[in-house]
C-alpha cells in the first residue's frame, strides 16, 4: 500500500514544477491570503480518483472538498498543495500531502516536493525516509535549533499572538523560518533541518502525514501544549526532537 500511494504521489505531483504560473487564474477563499488555483482543485481530484481505486472502502478528506466527519475506517486526508501562496508566486515550495488514517490514526504519511524531487514517507511502526534515506531526529537544545513557524495566516487573532511570541522563540534559539508550507516544515524536522516547529492552529491535511513522518523519525508531534493532535478538526502543532520542544511549549504557553 506505502509503495502504491507513494507512486501516486510523486506522478500526480511532478507536473506542478512545469506551470507556467503567469497563466494561474487565482481565487481568494476567506481572503487575501488564502488562495485557491485550477492545480488545487485538479491535483485533489486526481489524487481521489486514483487513491479511491487503490482502497475503495477509504472515505476522503480534503482541502478542497466539502468533507464528511472523521469517522473510524479507512480515511485518506489530503491536502493537494500546500503552500498554494507560494505557489501562486512561484517561491518554488510547495508540496502533496497525503495521510492514510485508520480509525482517526494516521498510519502512513506520504509528502511530496515536486521543486526538489523529494518524496517523504512514513508508516507506522517501520521509520521515516526520504528518498530511501531512513530520518533520524537528535535530540537538540532549542538554543542550538532553528525553529520554523507558520504564522495562521487565515486567522487574524492568531497571527497576531503569534507575531508576539516570535521575539521570545527567537531569543530562545539559534534563528528562526517562515516556509510557507506546514506539511514541509514538518518534514524538515523530521530530516533535522529545523529542531522544531509550531503554529497555532492547522488544519488535518496541513499535518496528517508530516505528523507521523516526524515521529516515526523519533521525534514528537503534539498540540503547543503537549496534548495529542486531534484529525477532526483544526488543531494547534508543535513538533520536533523531544528537548527542543519542551522548553518551546512552555515560551508558547506562559
Ligand atoms: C498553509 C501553509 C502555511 C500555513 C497555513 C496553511 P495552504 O496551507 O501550510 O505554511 O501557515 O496555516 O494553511 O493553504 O497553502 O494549503
Ligand atoms: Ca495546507
Ligand atoms: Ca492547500
Not at 464528511?68 to 501562496?85: E, H
Not at 523519525?217 to 523531544?242: E, F, K, M, Q
Request: include cysteine; charge should be negative.
Amino acid at each position: 500500500m506505502l509503495s502504491e500511494i507513494m507512486a501516486i504521489v510523486r506522478e500526480t505531483g511532478k507536473s506542478l514544477r512545469e506551470v507556467d504560473i503567469h497563466e494561474l487564474s487565482v481565487r481568494e477563499k476567506t481572503g487575501k491570503r488564502d488562495l485557491c488555483t485550477a492545480y488545487d482543485v485538479a491535483i485533489e481530484e486526481k489524487l481521489v480518483e486514483k487513491l479511491s481505486r487503490l482502497l475503495p472502502e477509504a472515505q476522503f478528506i480534503g482541502e478542497e472538498r466539502s468533507n464528511l466527519p472523521l469517522s473510524n475506517g479507512w480515511c485518506f486526508v489530503i491536502d493537494p498543495i500546500d503552500g498554494t501562496a507560494n505557489f501562486v508566486h512561484d517561491y518554488r515550495h510547495s508540496c502533496l500531502s497525503v495521510a492514510l488514517l485508520k480509525d482517526m490514526v494516521p498510519v502512513i504519511g506520504v509528502v511530496y516536493d515536486p521543486y526538489m524531487d523529494e518524496l517523504f514517507y512514513a508508516q507506522q511502526g517501520n521509520g521515516a525516509f526520504v528518498n530511501g534515506r531512513p530520518l533520524h531526529i537528535q535530540p537538540i537544545a532549542l538554543s542550538d535549533a532553528f525553529v520554523s513557524f507558520g504564522t495562521t495566516p487565515y486567522e487574524e487573532e492568531k497571527s497576531r499572538r503569534t507575531m508576539q511570541l516570535l521575539g521570545k522563540v527567537f531569543d530562545r534559539s539559534q534563528d528562526i523560518r517562515r516556509s510557507g508550507s506546514a506539511a514541509l516544515d514538518l518534514c524538515y524536522v523530521a530530516a533535522g533541518r529545523t529542531g522544531a516547529f509550531f503554529e497555532l492552529a492547522l488544519s488535518p491535511w496541513d499535518y496528517a502525514a508530516g505528523a507521523l513522518i516526524v515521529t516515526e523519525a523519533g521525534g514528537v508531534a503534539t498540540a503547543v501544549d503537549g496534548s495529542p493532535l486531534v484529525y477532526n478538526r483544526r488543531c494547534s502543532v508543535l513538533a520536533g526532537n523531544a528537548l527542543a520542544c519542551e522548553e518551546l511549549s512552555s515560551i508558547l504557553c506562559e
